[in-house]
């Protein structure tokens, strides 16, 4: 097993994208590449990919930034494995790989938000001692 940090010009990209899709079934790859350098381009998102047997089997978008209510903070956007690999310590390493990627940029907090009917997730953010700390609202800006 092994991770990597993968940047949009990565030749690994569809790789990532064909994990990704499990969890943002939404974009096209085409969508998802345009949107991954968008976020690439103008902060801190960023990329890992786990791969196992030389297939890329979970990534994990992320970025590093502070704010006034977190301080400096590792917030993770994306943590996905295929799925015929969950339960089989992917995520987990993951989560381990971010977490000391937070240590080492000076965090003090690893935050994510996970849909509300995602329990599957929750209990694996549970057993990675994650605490539910707030509400996540948003607000649609269509008319």
């Known amino acids: 097993m092994r991770i990597v940090e993968v940047d949009p010009d990565d030749e ?10 499990h969890l943002r079934d939404h974009l096209s790859e085409d969508e998802f590449r345009r949107l991954f350098r968008d976020a690439f381009d103008e902060g801190p998102y960023r990329i890992a990919a786990l791969y196992d047997d030389e297939r890329c ?4 978008g992320y970025r590093i930034f502070t704010n006034l209510v977190s301080g400096k903070h590792l917030y993770v956007d994306d943590l ?28 003090t907090t690893i935050q994510l938000d996970s849909a509300v009917h995602r329990a599957d997730a ?19 800006l269509d008319r």
């Open 122 to 140: 929750h209990r694996f953010y549970f057993r990675e001692r994650y605490r539910i700390s707030a509400f996540h609202f948003d607000r649609s």
């Open 57 to 60: 089997r979970a990534v994990a």
């Open 80 to 107: 996905v494995s295929v799925p015929d690999g969950r339960s089989k310590g992917y995520g987990k390493a993951l989560n381990d790989y971010l977490a000391a990627k937070a240590r080492t940029a000076g965090c």
């Open 12 to 21: 690994r990209v569809g790789d990532v994208y064909g994990v990704m899709i």
